[in-house]
C-alpha cells in the first residue's frame, strides 16, 4: 500500500474518532471499507504514537493537557497540510516580509515558501529556519531563548519580545485548536503569548489549521477565526461562523485540488 493511502486512511481514523467520540475497530472498518485487521494494526500505530487509546474494545482519541510529539503530529492530516501550504504559497509575494510561527503546518509553509525570492522572515521555528535554508536571497532572523527541544522552537518571553522589534507584511501561524463555535484554543498561556506576538506585529494575518483541530477543546482562548485576515482549512464550519467570517472581513481560502 501507498504510504500515502495509509496516512490518508489513518487520517480518516482520527476524524471518526473526533466526531463520534469512541468507536469500535469493527465500527472504524465498516466505515472505511476495510479488513478489521488492517484497521488494528493502524490502532496499534496511532497508539503508539500517543493519538489514540484502546481499552476493552473502545478507541478514543488520547486526552492531553499538552500537545503530542512533533513527528507524529507531522503524519496527522499530512495531505492536508500540504494544500495548505500550497494556498499560502501562493498568498505571499516575492520580496515579502513575514513572520511564521511555530507547528508542523507552518514548517510546510516554510517549505514551500523557500521557492519565493527576497523573503524577510522573522520566526521563533526552528524547522522553518532549517525549511528556508535554500530560499533565494532570504534574509531569516530567528527568536532569542530558550529552545523547546520536543518541538525545536521558542515560546517563551524572549520568543514574544523578539517579535515586537519586527513590523511584517504577513504572519502565518497555526493554533492549538479551533472550537466549534470559533474561537481559537491553545495549550498554555505561553503557546497564546507567542500567537499574540506574532498576530501584533504584521499588517496580514493568516491562521493556518487542518480539520482535525476544528472540535477540539483546549484550555486557553485568543481571538475568534474571524479576528483574523485570512484562514486556510479544509474544516466545515457551520453557518454561524462563515455568517462572523464575512461581516468581519475574514476570507476563508479555497485551496488548491492538486498538488
Known amino acids: 500500500m501507498r504510504?500515502?493511502?495509509l496516512?490518508?486512511?489513518r487520517?480518516?481514523?482520527i476524524a471518526l474518532l473526533a466526531a463520534n467520540g469512541e468507536l469500535t475497530a469493527t465500527d472504524l472498518a465498516k466505515r472505511l471499507?476495510?479488513?478489521?485487521?488492517?484497521?488494528r494494526t493502524d490502532l496499534r500505530d496511532l497508539d503508539e504514537a500517543s493519538l489514540v487509546q484502546r481499552r476493552s474494545?473502545?478507541?478514543?482519541l488520547r486526552q492531553q493537557s499538552e500537545n503530542i510529539g512533533y513527528s507524529p503530529r507531522m503524519s496527522i492530516s499530512r495531505l492536508e497540510k500540504q494544500h495548505i501550504a500550497l494556498a499560502v504559497k501562493n498568498l505571499v509575494d516575492n520580496g515579502a516580509r513575514v513572520a511564521l510561527g511555530t507547528g508542523t503546518t507552518v514548517e510546510l509553509c516554510a517549505n514551500m515558501l523557500a521557492t519565493k525570492e527576497d523573503l524577510f522572515v522573522a520566526t521563533n521555528n526552528i524547522h522553518a529556519v532549517l525549511a528556508l535554508q535554500l530560499a533565494p536571497k532570504a534574509v531569516v532572523m530567528i527568536a532569542g531563548g530558550t529552545v523547546?527541544?520536543?518541538?525545536?522552537?521558542m515560546i517563551g518571553s524572549a520568543s514574544s519580545d523578539f517579535f515586537e522589534n519586527y513590523r511584517v507584511d504577513v504572519a502565518i501561524f497555526s493554533c492549538g485548536g479551533v472550537s466549534k463555535s470559533g474561537?481559537?484554543?491553545?495549550?498554555n498561556s505561553e503557546e497564546v503569548a507567542a500567537r499574540k506576538a506574532i498576530v501584533d506585529c504584521a499588517q496580514e494575518t493568516i491562521l493556518v489549521f487542518d480539520s482535525e483541530k476544528y472540535g477540539r477543546d483546549l484550555p486557553c482562548r485568543l481571538h475568534n477565526v474571524w479576528d483574523y485576515d485570512k484562514i486556510v482549512t479544509w474544516s466545515e464550519f457551520g453557518q454561524d461562523i462563515r455568517e462572523q467570517c464575512a461581516?468581519?472581513?475574514?476570507?476563508?481560502v479555497s485551496m488548491p485540488k492538486d498538488l
Open 57 to 60: 474494545g473502545i478507541v478514543r
Open 11 to 13: 487520517d480518516q481514523i
Open 33 to 39: 471499507d476495510v479488513s478489521v485487521q488492517t484497521i
Open 7 to 9: 496516512n490518508r486512511r
Open 247 to 252: 461581516k468581519h472581513g475574514c476570507e476563508i
Open 148 to 153: 523547546r527541544l520536543r518541538d525545536l522552537d
Open 3 to 5: 504510504r500515502e493511502d
Open 183 to 187: 474561537e481559537v484554543l491553545d495549550y
